[in-house]
């Protein structure tokens, strides 16, 4: 009962919410998509490559899109219009400069 | 004898070319003399050298001084002398200089990986002394605290692990570590408070909790963040989940953090 518990209070976790950030898995790739209407550019950073910026597609008249390896683990951010952004994602760590900084892990 | 001093002035040339110094050839010329030797050193230390050089070329075009590259080189060669892992550290001045980051927050984050990186190295060793798994389970538990765990937490934590593993093989305390260091850094990650996180995981050993159950407990928690709808936001249902508390709302906004950034696509100066 004890563990049951125990499993419960963890696992109630509910992460509803606007439809602004979200992945597709296809195989060893991710898409990542981005809903942000305004925006005229949009970058990708991750600690894949360094946080080297990859321009996202824009896929519609409001969402962004960047295809990367989906194998390990990364963390990322986006440059909107020349700003650090943070999408809300589901996992996320403390980025050390006083803001944060989000989390893909394959298993998830 | 015009042919045999042109081969001569080939065979200099060529040696010339290939004893070059990729540190000298990689830095830009306003890299005075220290700054290139401390590069060098890195290297010599057995860093990558295209990073090492990379990073450096990085933090000179953002006008970072002479003593704070430096600073950032001694963290990196300090931590790899402790035989800690040296990525993350690196990974973190990579971040700090694409988020156009001031440069002393981009050396004092530095110092706070390794500072962790430290301190859950410090915690691994009081469970196994096999290096490669210190290192494992010191990146996992820095990972956590990254998250938000502080520690005092990760210290109840990696005591209460070390009471249920005081009568296991070391195979198996090693395993149970594995499995709990990354069921915690996962529950870190998705937002709970860090003395929640303690009091769940802690309860757990206390009941008992084996590798498999600990396992179970974690891809459990990941296939409800899965099933979720896919969409994130706002952590909601906080009122049920009792002493369970997260970060606060998150907003979809920028977050600025300490960058600049401005003017048209990645330019902009920093601050």
Request: with cysteine; hydrophobic share 40%.
């Amino acid at each position: 009962m004890k563990r049951n518990l125990v499993f419960l209070i963890i696992s109630m976790l509910v992460f509803s919410g606007c439809a602004s950030h979200y992945y597709q898995k296809n195989n060893d790739t991710v898409s990542i998509f981005l809903k942000k209407p305004d925006a005229k550019r949009v970058y990708f950073l991750s600690s894949l490559d360094g946080y080297k910026p990859r321009k996202a597609a824009r896929i519609n008249s409001k969402t962004w899109q960047i295809n990367t390896p989906a194998k390990t683990e990364f963390r990322y951010f986006y440059n909107v219009d020349g700003a650090v952004y943070l999408p809300a994602c589901r996992l996320k760590e403390q980025d050390d400069f006083g803001s944060q900084i989000c989390i893909y892990i394959p298993e998830l | 004898m015009k042919k045999i001093f042109i081969i001569c002035m080939a065979i200099f040339f060529c040696a010339g070319v290939a004893s070059a110094d990729p540190v000298e050839q990689g830095l830009p010329e306003t890299a005075d003399e220290k700054v290139i030797n401390s590069t060098r050193q890195m290297v010599n230390q057995g860093f990558n050298t295209e990073n090492v050089i990379d990073m450096t070329r990085q933090m000179l075009a953002n006008n970072f001084k002479q003593q704070q590259i430096l600073q950032a080189h001694a963290i990196l060669m300090n931590a790899r002398q402790q035989g800690l892992q040296t990525e993350s550290i690196m990974n973190k001045a990579q971040e700090g200089l694409a988020k156009q980051v001031q440069a002393r927050a981009v050396v004092h984050a530095m110092e706070q990986v390794r500072s962790r990186q430290a301190f859950a190295s410090k915690q691994a060793k009081a469970i196994t002394n096999d290096k490669a798994k210190i290192n494992q389970m010191a990146t996992i538990l820095a990972g956590s605290m990254a998250a938000g765990m502080n520690h005092e937490d990760a210290e109840r934590i990696m005591q209460a692990l070390h009471e249920r593993t005081r009568n296991m093989t070391r195979a198996h305390a090693e395993d149970l570590a594995m499995q709990t260091l990354m069921t915690t850094r996962m529950i870190a990650r998705l937002g709970i408070q860090s003395q929640s996180v303690g009091d769940s995981v802690c309860r757990a050993l206390q009941q008992g909790y084996s590798v498999q159950e600990m396992n179970r407990m974690r891809n459990t928690i990941m296939a409800n963040a899965r099933g979720q709808n896919s969409d994130f936001g706002q952590h909601g249902g906080q009122s049920a989940m009792g002493g369970m508390g997260d970060h606060g709302g998150d907003s979809g906004d920028g977050m600025g953090g300490g960058s600049g950034g401005g003017g048209d696509g990645m330019g902009g100066g920093h601050m």
